[in-house]
């Protein structure tokens, strides 16, 4: 099985004039603390162009810039919860990307969605005046269209279906997304312990991306009088990599991105595939900031 994917596009399946259906790593990192080599946690889905973000980081716009997606095709934007690392750059984004749109954005999550645009219209509103005036834009909240969910739903937008389901991240209200659009299948889990709604929502999926903490080697770098605590608490709302791999495996779905990763100290990422192969036999990687995984295509939905 694959151990990695090299970063190049791959030919289109879609026929000539399409591009591939692909899902590009924009933030891998898990977790609220900066780190050096990873962004915080977006994922984008890309078919024919159009873009949906899961979840938008610290940071999402430049590395959206960076892996060369066009901010004029933003479609949609779905949070999966309020942790920071998740959803600090949700406003900013359309706000930065507001001179490229031409269609409203929608932005779908669990509230208080609606109330973050409305304080960011709040925070910006010297800015958004100056570049209507300058521009003769609308006002930049023409272009959001929030939709907030608190259980389990399902949407259909712009040829997209996009199905939630409530997910296990205690306290949190967190969500899990499947999107089905353009002959692919792919779900994301936010950030969840092992959760069977998760397994019933990815069923033969073409794509899993599926957070993962490495523990393996945790109690290494913990204080001892606390290792035990917080083991148990990243145990009780996060997936390790066997974890993942086993939602996988009952889901039966065709591939895994282990993203984003947690980690207490450096692991390399044959040790995390080494955990998830374990239990999953088909093709899975290890996230990484602006890696790129085509999609099979399964038939039209």
């Known amino acids: 099985m694959p151990r990695a994917y090299a970063p190049e596009l791959a030919e289109s399946p879609a026929g000539p004039g399409r591009s591939a259906p692909e899902v590009v790593v924009l933030g891998s990192a898990g977790g ?3 780190k050096a080599a990873r962004r915080p946690v977006s994922h984008a889905l890309v078919i024919d162009g159009e873009v949906t973000l899961v979840d938008c980081g610290n940071g999402v716009a430049g590395q959206y810039v960076a892996a060369g997606l066009d901010l004029g095709r933003l479609r949609r934007i779905l949070i999966s919860h ?3 690392d998740h959803v600090a750059d949700v406003a900013t984004l359309v706000h930065l990307a507001w001179s490229q ?3 409203p954005v929608a932005v779908i999550g669990p509230p208080p969605l609606r109330r973050i645009f409305d304080l960011h219209y709040e925070a910006f509103a010297t800015d958004i005046e100056s570049r209507m005036q300058d521009e003769g834009r609308p006002h930049l909240r023409e272009f959001v269209q929030i ?3 608190d259980c389990d739903s399902a949407l259909e937008h712009s040829g997209a279906r996009i199905t939630a389901a409530l997910v296990e991240h205690p306290p949190l209200r967190a969500f899990a997304y499947r999107i089905d659009q353009g002959g692919a299948s792919i779900c ?3 950030d969840t312990r092992p959760s069977t709604a998760l397994a019933a929502l990815a069923q033969d999926a073409d794509l899993l991306v599926h957070e ?3 523990l393996a080697n945790a109690a290494d770098f913990l204080p001892a009088a606390r290792a035990a605590q917080v083991l148990a608490r990243m145990r009780a709302v996060h997936s390790d990599p066997a974890g993942a791999a086993w939602i996988a495996s009952a889901a039966g779905v065709g591939a ?6 947690g ?3 450096p692991v390399a990422d044959e040790e995390i595939l080494d955990e998830a192969t374990a239990s999953f036999s088909g093709p899975a990687w290890v996230g990484s900031d602006l890696l790129r995984v085509p999609l099979p295509i399964r038939g039209d939905i």
């Open 188 to 190: 994301f889990s936010g």
């Open 147 to 149: 939709t907030e969910i």
């Open 256 to 261: 895994l991105l282990l993203s984003p990763v």
């Open 263 to 265: 980690a207490f100290g």
């Open 212 to 214: 993962t903490t490495y």
């Open 82 to 84: 309020h942790h920071i």
């Open 32 to 34: 609220p603390t900066p």
């Open 101 to 103: 749109l031409e269609d």
